[in-house]
């Protein structure tokens, strides 16, 4: 399986700071690549697909970049309602996850 | 508007068997455009896929190769919904379990999970 090397594991920030996640896979994955947003109790929020593409609805403060083996999630002001876990997504191979990244405010 | 709806124990004895359903809306089991998946998170691990069940003329069933030889998801047709049957449990099993809806793309490729039940905490211990 494809393994997902995903960082920081944490991070804290405040509200209005810039943040960046990355995702590594093992081997290539030609751009199939998802984010997700988790809180607890809740379903897990779908916020990009095909590493850049913005799902209906998400917020254009959240954007993707990246290709081959390195990509990432930018939320470009953080807001009160972002302060979650983030996890990454490859679906080229069996689906496999980044280990995920908690956003605390600081 | 899809939506999935999970049901089954919040606790289960070592060594039992783990029995979760996820109920369909806005969608059918059959589709031969989606697949019903089972995923888990777990605070060691973090997200973890478990498997699969779609139909395609007939029903398929692909699992994760850590637990393929104590797992099994099924369909109901007649009530629209998926199962999860995880056997011998162990306290590593412990985790929140999810349903999720997985596409295909015109090539046939699998895609992204959406969207996701809720979510049920499953605790294994005696």
């Known amino acids: 399986d494809i393994q997902m090397t995903q960082s920081p594991s944490s991070l804290s920030a405040s509200v209005g700071d810039r943040v960046t996640i990355t995702c590594r896979p093992s081997q290539a994955i030609y751009n199939s690549l998802a984010w997700y947003q988790v809180k607890p109790g809740k379903a897990p929020r779908f916020l990009l697909s095909v590493a850049t593409r913005l799902e209906s609805g998400v917020p254009s403060r959240f954007s993707g970049s990246g290709s081959g083996t390195d990509y990432s999630l930018t939320i470009s002001s953080l807001q009160p309602d972002d302060f979650a876990t983030y996890y990454c997504l490859q679906y080229f191979g069996n689906p496999t996850f980044g280990q995920g990244t908690k956003v605390e405010i600081k | 508007q899809v939506q999935l709806q999970l049901s089954g124990p919040g606790l289960v004895k070592p060594s039992q068997t783990l029995s979760l359903t996820c109920d369909i809306s806005g969608d059918s089991v059959s589709s031969d455009t989606a697949g019903w998946n089972w995923i888990r998170q777990t605070p060691s691990r973090g997200l973890e896929w478990l498997g699969r069940t779609y139909f395609r003329s007939e029903w398929y069933h692909e699992y994760a190769v850590s637990v393929q030889s104590r797992i099994t998801i099924n369909a109901d047709t007649s009530k629209n919904r998926f199962s999860l049957q995880l056997d011998s449990l162990t306290p590593e099993d412990t985790a929140v379990y999810y349903c999720?809806?997985?596409?295909?793309?015109?090539?046939?490729?699998?895609?992204?999970?959406?969207?996701w039940g809720q979510g049920t905490q499953v605790t294994v211990s005696s």
């Open positions: 999720a809806r997985g596409g295909q793309d015109g090539s046939g490729s699998w895609v992204w999970f959406d969207p």
